[in-house]
Nanobody, 124 residues
Framework: QVQLLESGGGSVQAGGSLRLSCAGS??????MGWFRQAPGKEREGVAI???????SYADSVKGRFTISQNNAKNSLYLQMNSLKPEDTAMYYC????????????????????RGQGTQVTVSS
């Protein structure tokens, strides 16, 4: 049973924008977030939002990316502006997440739900 379904990825030039969407089920999640993984690199938490609270971002995207939710807290969005080639990765939506933020990096240690991912490619 698919719980989360991402969309909105694509290819853009550096400086461009993309908006990712994540459609969840009828369930209201306690937290939702985005993480990404590029080939040969470790998984990186991008942004997370909990129960309508203030979102947290990795330093690498702060000021450029904005995470938001719908009112039912079962869909998630990521507005990505001023994209850089180093943002190129597969982006995944996750929900009901255990995480911590340290040293400007966001670590998702557990996610009860995750999607299949959507590819974002930024060319220079």
């Amino acid at each position: 049973q698919v719980q989360l379904l991402e969309s909105g990825g694509g290819s853009v030039q550096a400086g461009g924008s993309l908006r990712l969407s994540c459609a969840g089920s009828q369930y209201t999640y306690s937290s939702m977030g985005w993480f990404r993984q590029a080939p040969g690199k470790e998984r990186e938490g991008v942004a997370i939002i909990e129960g309508g609270g203030r979102p947290s971002y990795a330093d690498s995207v702060k000021g450029r990316f904005t995470i938001s939710q719908n009112n039912a807290k079962n869909s998630l969005y990521l507005q990505m502006n001023s994209l850089k080639p180093e943002d190129t990765a597969m982006y995944y939506c996750a929900a009901d997440i255990t995480y911590y933020l340290t040293g400007g990096r966001l670590y998702f240690t557990r996610a009860n739900y995750r999607g299949q991912g959507t590819q974002v490619t930024v060319s220079s």
